[in-house]
C-alpha cells in the first residue's frame, strides 16, 4: 500500500512501536505454515457432485440447486468465498485505518490516550510481478510473506504498509487456502443480521494448518451462501507473539456480491488488576471500490459537461474580472473532479444539500450576494477537516459524524463561507490541467488548500459576525460546547485533527478555529447526561464502499444512561444494519455485476449503532 502521503508514518510513539514490534514478530511465525498445494481439493469425499458442479458454476450461483446438506452449503460458502476474491481481484479500494489507543479514566472508562491514521489504496489483484518483492528498498520480506498468505499477492501499483495491513487482514477469512483441507466448519445456528437470515458457523483451523488461519465464526446468508460478517482472530500465534481480533462486515452493494466494507478490532483488559500491554480500538473502513483505475482509456468518461459556465449574454470576449471567474472556476471543477476520481470526495448527494441549506441560511440573514453560488461536497476521510476552492466548500465525513446539531453544522461551515466572502481564493493554479496529472496515492503532496495565519483570524472573525446575525444565534451555546469538547480531547487526538487538504482545526493540541466561541458557552460536564458536546466517529454519514455516495444516518438516537455512552469523537464498533441487494437480482452475470453500478445506493444500509456492543 503506497500512502496518500508520507508523513501519515511519522510521529509514532511507543505504543505503536510496540505494536508493530508485535506484528513484526507475528509475521515471523507465520512463516511456518505447512506448505499448501496450490489449488487444494475441498476434502467434500461425501459431496463429490457438489464440488464439481460448484467448480463448473463459477459467478452464477443462482444456478446452482439449493443444497441440501450442510456439507453441501460448506462447498458453496467456499465457492462464493473465491468467487469474491475473484470478483474483487480487479479493484484497488481505498482503506483507511484509525486508531485510538487506550487509557483507563475512573469516570469515563477507557477514553482516547492518542491515535493513529492511516489511508491508502490496496490492490486486490491476484496476479504478481516476482521482481517486485525482491524490489523492494529494506523492505521486510517475512511480512510480505504474510501480506500474500493472508490477503493475496499485491500488484506494485499499491503497496500496503504492514501496519495498516493488520487491520485488513479479515477481509478475506483465508485468501489461498479457504477450503475443508484447512479448516473444520461447524454448524451454530440459523441467525438474522438486520433483514438477512444467516447460517452461522464456527471455524476452526485443522492440526496441521499453520499459523496464522482464521479462528471465530462466519455468518453466511442463505440464498447464495456468501459471507457476510466474519468475526475472530487468527490462530497460532507463537509465543509472546499477537493477533488482532476483528469483527468484519460486507455489504450486498452490487447483485450477489457481498463487498468487505469495515472491520473493527478491539485490544485491551480492563478489569481490575490487569496490567494492560495493548489497548487500542480501530476502524478501518473501505471505500472506492468502484474508482477507475486506468490511465488513459477512461479519460473521455470524465469530461465534466457543464451547463452553467458560460452566463455572459453576449458573445464577447471576458472582461478581466469575468475571465479571472471563469479561472477560478476552472480551477474548482479541475480540483473537485479530481479529488473525486482519488475516491477522497462523495459525489455530489443529499447530504450536500443539507450543507448548502445551511449555508443559504447564513446568506440570505447576512445579505450575501454572490457572482455564483456556493456548492458543498463531502470530503469521504475521517480525520476533521473543512476547506475551500473557489465557491465550493468540502467538509470531511468525521466531522460531520461529530457535530451534535445544527448550530454547530452552521459553525463549521460559516468558517469556510467567511473565507469566500473576503475573496480568499486558494487554489487558482489548479486551472492549469497538468495540475492533475498525478496518480492518486500522491494526491495529497500534489493539491492543497491552506490559509495564511492572518486569512484565518479574518474568517473566524467574519464567521462569527455573520452567525451571530443568522438563525443560529441563538445555538451557539451548542456550538461552543463543541469547541470545549475538542479543546478536552485535542491533545489525545492529534491524528484526527491533523487536517491532510486545509488548515487545523488544532495546532499542537490547541483549538484555534473559533475558539473564541467556546468563551460564552455554558460549562463542560460529562456527566450532565443531557448535554451532548460532540458525538462518536461513524454515527452520522454513512459511505457506500462501491460508488462513495454519502447519506445522513436515520438510525433513531439510542437513550444516554450514562457518561460512558457518549464517546465524544471515540472509535465505537460496526454494527450495519444489514439488508439484501435492492432488486436481489442473484441472476444478474458476473460481469453485469462488475460494470455497472448499483443505482439503488441506499440499499446498503450502514447505520452504525455506534452504542449496540458487538458479541
Ligand atoms: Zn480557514
Known amino acids: 500500500m503506497r500512502k496518500f502521503m508520507s508523513k501519515f508514518g511519522s510521529g509514532m510513539n511507543l505504543m505503536v512501536l510496540a505494536l508493530l514490534a508485535v506484528t513484526l514478530t507475528v509475521t515471523a511465525a507465520a512463516q511456518q505454515p505447512a506448505p499448501a498445494p496450490q489449488n487444494p481439493q475441498p476434502v467434500a469425499a461425501t459431496q463429490p457432485a457438489q464440488s464439481q458442479s460448484g467448480q463448473a458454476q463459477t459467478g452464477q450461483a443462482a444456478n446452482l440447486a439449493p443444497p441440501t446438506t450442510m456439507d453441501q452449503v460448506v462447498d458453496r460458502v467456499i465457492l462464493r468465498e473465491k468467487e469474491l476474491i475473484k470478483f474483487l481481484s480487479p479493484r484497488t479500494p481505498v482503506v483507511e485505518t484509525y486508531l485510538q489507543n487506550l487509557t483507563q479514566d475512573p469516570q469515563l472508562g477507557p477514553i482516547p490516550q492518542d491515535d493513529h491514521y492511516f489511508l491508502g489504496r490496496m490492490d486486490l489483484s491476484e496476479s504478481i510481478d516476482r521482481s517486485d518483492y525482491l524490489d523492494g528498498k529494506g523492505k521486510d520480506t517475512k511480512n510480505e510473506s504474510m501480506e500474500k498468505h493472508l490477503l493475496g499477492e499485491f500488484t506494485k501499483k499499491f503497496k500496503f504498509q504492514y501496519q495498516p495491513l493488520g487491520f485488513s487482514w479479515m477481509i478475506f477469512a483465508d485468501r489461498n487456502d479457504f477450503d475443508r483441507g484447512h479448516y473444520d466448519f461447524h454448524y451454530v445456528r440459523r441467525e438474522f443480521l438486520g433483514d438477512v437470515r444467516c447460517l452461522v458457523f464456527d471455524l476452526t483451523p485443522k492440526k496441521d494448518a499453520g499459523r496464522g488461519r482464521f479462528l471465530g465464526r462466519i455468518w453466511v446468508e442463505d440464498q447464495d451462501f456468501n459471507i457476510v460478517r466474519l468475526n475472530g482472530t487468527y490462530a497460532r500465534p507463537q509465543r509472546n ?49 468502484n474508482l477507475k483505475t486506468g490511465p488513459a482509456s ?11 459556465k458560460d452566463d455572459t449574454p453576449s458573445a464577447q470576449d471576458a472582461t478581466p474580472l469575468a475571465a479571472e471567474r471563469e479561472w477560478q472556476q476552472q480551477a474548482e471543477d479541475n480540483v473537485v473532479e479530481r479529488l473525486q476520481r482519488a475516491g477522497l470526495l462523495a459525489p455530489e448527494g443529499d447530504v450536500d444539500k443539507i450543507l448548502q441549506t445551511v449555508v443559504n441560511n447564513l446568506e440570505i440573514t447576512n445579505n450575501i450576494e454572490l457572482p455564483r453560488p456556493v456548492r458543498t461536497r463531502v470530503l469521504t476521510t475521517s480525520p476533521l477537516e473543512t476547506f475551500s476552492v473557489g465557491n465550493t466548500i468540502v467538509v470531511s465525513r468525521g466531522l460531520i459524524d461529530v457535530l451534535p446539531d445544527e448550530g454547530s453544522l452552521a459553525m463549521v461551515l460559516s468558517h469556510e463561507l467567511a473565507h469566500i466572502v473576503l475573496g480568499h481564493n486558494l487554489g487558482s493554479q489548479y486551472a492549469f490541467n497538468d495540475r492533475m496529472l498525478f496518480s492518486d496515492e500522491v494526491t495529497y503532496q500534489n493539491l492543497g488548500f491552506k490559509h495564511i495565519p492572518e486569512e484565518e483570524t479574518a474568517a473566524d472573525k467574519k464567521a462569527i459576525e455573520m452567525l451571530k446575525a443568522s438563525p443560529y444565534a441563538q445555538k451557539l451555546d451548542s456550538a461552543g460546547l463543541f469547541i470545549k469538547a475538542l479543546q478536552a480531547r485535542a491533545p489525545q487526538l492529534s491524528a484526527l485533527l491533523q487536517a491532510h487538504l486545509g488548515n487545523n482545526i488544532a495546532e499542537n493540541g490547541t483549538v484555534t478555529r473559533l475558539a473564541q466561541l467556546a ?86 444500509t450502514t447505520a452504525d449503532a455506534s452504542t449496540t456492543p458487538s458479541n
Open 241 to 289: 507473539n499477537y493477533y488482532f481480533h476483528m469483527d468484519a462486515w460486507r455489504l450486498n452493494l452490487v447483485p450477489g456480491y457481498w463487498v468487505p466494507s469495515y472491520i473493527y478490532s478491539e485490544e485491551g483488559d480492563f478489569t481490575a488488576g490487569h496490567v494492560n500491554k495493548i489497548a487500542f480500538k480501530a476502524q478501518t473502513r473501505m471505500w472506492g471500490y
Open 519 to 604: 468563551t460564552s458557552a455554558p460549562a463542560l460536564d460529562w456527566n450532565k447526561l443531557d448535554q451532548i458536546a460532540a458525538l462518536p466517529l461513524g454515527g452520522r454519514v454513512k459511505l457506500n464502499p462501491w460508488d462513495d455516495k454519502v447519506e445522513i444516518v436515520k438510525s433513531q438516537p439510542v437513550a444516554i444512561t450514562s457518561a460512558r455512552d457518549k464517546m465524544p469523537f471515540e472509535v465505537t464498533p460496526f454494527y450495519p444494519r444489514i439488508t439484501r441487494y435492492a432488486t436481489a437480482s442473484t441472476t444478474a452475470a458476473t460481469t453485469a455485476a462488475a460494470a455497472t453500478t448499483p443505482t439503488a445506493t441506499n440499499t446498503a
Open 298 to 308: 477512461d479519460e473521455l468518461t470524465n469530461i465534466r459537461v457543464d451547463s452553467v
